[in-house]
């Protein structure tokens, strides 16, 4: 129990076109879904906090007209980046936690992301 | 937030316990500590959690000081795929489910 899988799980994609990323909650119900970054050899950086049928709140620093996130259900949330540019390459990880049990989240397998 | 420190890496031999230290000596009263390891070019896996007591599951072990000042995480008999970044995180409030992300230590089990 407790999956979270992404879509996809890479792309590579031209400097100025738009990306969607999907994360899906498989076997449980999440109200609440996170998104990462992550660079080479860097540590996890939240980007913003996703709940479901409300706006996403983001980190201070984040673009949110470039990465827009939609959270229409309780198992799907997309974060689209808008405009890529390649510097936007990086590794992309959501999480998710369980309505159910408060305490845990549960991390996507990640996407990767190139943009050339 | 609270704060917690690593060190940068580790390595254990394959077979033996793995104690990966922890401190987090700014922890406040309702914090949780918790734990997650990435596998290279994976999302981070759950391990463990706890607020006071030591707690135990079928990963691992986690042993929690009485100050809470500092913890210790522990890995019974070390394999080849426990080589992973392991991360330490205080949880803020009991509301806010946000990870604070370190840089966690590098674990390397060695034959």
């Known amino acids: 129990g407790a999956v979270v899988s992404q879509h996809p799980s890479w792309v590579i994609c031209k400097s100025g076109t738009s990306v969607k990323i999907e994360c899906r909650s498989l076997d449980f119900q999440a109200t609440t879904m996170f998104w990462y970054r992550q660079f080479p050899k860097q540590s996890l950086m939240l980007m913003a906090t996703?709940?479901?049928?409300?706006?996403?709140?983001?980190e201070q620093g984040v673009e949110k007209d470039k990465f827009l996130i939609n959270h229409a259900s309780l198992t799907l949330s997309t974060l689209t980046v808008t405009s890529a540019h390649p510097e936007d390459s990086s590794f992309y990880i959501c999480?998710?936690?369980?309505?159910?049990?408060?305490?845990?989240?549960?991390f996507g397998p990640g996407t990767r992301l190139t943009v050339t | 937030d609270a704060k917690t420190t690593q060190p940068p890496s580790m390595d254990c031999a394959e077979g033996r316990a793995a104690n990966l230290p922890c401190n987090h000596s700014t922890i406040s009263g309702n914090e949780y500590v918790y734990w997650y390891r990435q596998i290279h070019s994976q999302g981070p896996q759950y391990i463990i959690h706890?607020?006071?007591n030591n707690e135990t599951n079928e990963m691992a072990s986690l042993i929690i000081t009485e100050d809470r000042k500092s913890s210790t995480l522990i890995l019974p008999h070390a394999t080849l795929r426990d080589t992973a970044v392991y991360y330490c995180?205080?949880?803020?409030?009991?509301?806010?489910?946000?990870?604070?992300f370190g840089a966690g230590t590098t674990v390397t089990v060695r034959a």
């Open positions: 706890g607020l006071k």
């Open positions: 995180i205080v949880r803020p409030g009991s509301n806010d489910y946000k990870l604070s």
């Open positions: 996703s709940n479901e049928g409300s706006k996403a709140t983001y």
């Open positions: 999480s998710a936690r369980n309505v159910r049990t408060v305490y845990e989240q549960y």
